[in-house]
């Protein structure tokens, strides 16, 4: 939930670089200390949706796909994952033709 919050003031909040660490801060000590935490699939989309926006493209992969094999049944982390995927492979392909 702290996490979350520091999300929510990372993209209301002027997309502050401090709101962004203390949001990354509070997923991993979530981790840490609640093996519940740790296994819920909606901390690992959260925090891939912030790497994403930060362009932190491996971290946010490996977070869509841990929420993908938490939550089988939940098409939105495999969703994500592949639209992911796909638009690196674009941008490495415009910049392999730059």
């Known amino acids: 939930v702290l996490g979350n919050a520091h999300v929510s003031l990372f993209f209301a909040g ?52 841990r929420a993908a094999e938490l939550a089988p049944g939940w098409e939105e982390p495999r969703k994500r994952h592949a639209h992911l995927v796909e638009y690196l492979r674009h941008l490495c392909g415009l910049l392999e033709s730059r």
Do not use: I, K, M
């Open 14 to 65: 002027g997309q502050s670089p401090g709101s962004a660490r203390r949001a990354l801060a509070a997923y991993a000590q979530a981790e840490r200390v609640d093996p519940a935490a740790a296994a819920n699939p909606d901390l690992h989309l959260n925090r891939a949706t912030l790497l994403q926006y930060l362009e932190r493209f491996q971290g946010a992969l490996e977070g869509l796909s």
